[in-house]
């Protein structure tokens, strides 16, 4: 492990963003709290992430997944939902209403 991956880990743990937690064998695990975005249209296609891109390269890597953000155990999931639609999704802002499963 890198230094810069371990920096980051030590933020993620000090922000309560992940926990570590040992194992009964004295493994570590990380232990992350992620919000998922469940996006359905009306016809029933679901919105998902096909892809991530290195920023520095230009390179995609496949990677099909809904679209996640990492939070902490305290925060309200509405204000998670907020902070993935401001950030990652921004250009679905103004087209995504939250409602429970199964509206």
């Known amino acids: 492990v890198n230094l810069s991956n371990q920096m980051s880990l030590y933020d993620e743990v000090l922000e309560r963003k992940s926990q570590l ?7 570590a695990h990380r232990i992350v709290h992620l919000l998922a975005l469940h996006v359905v249209r009306e016809d029933g296609y679901i919105f998902s992430q096909m892809g991530t891109m290195d920023v520095s390269n230009g390179q995609i890597t496949p990677d099909c997944n809904l679209p996640v953000m990492k939070h902490t155990p305290l925060e309200d999931p509405s204000e998670v939902f907020d902070r993935l639609l401001s950030t990652k999704l921004r250009a679905l802002k103004d087209c995504v209403t939250l409602s429970e499963e199964g509206s």
Do not use: F
């Open 21 to 27: 937690r040992l194992t009964s064998d004295g493994e």
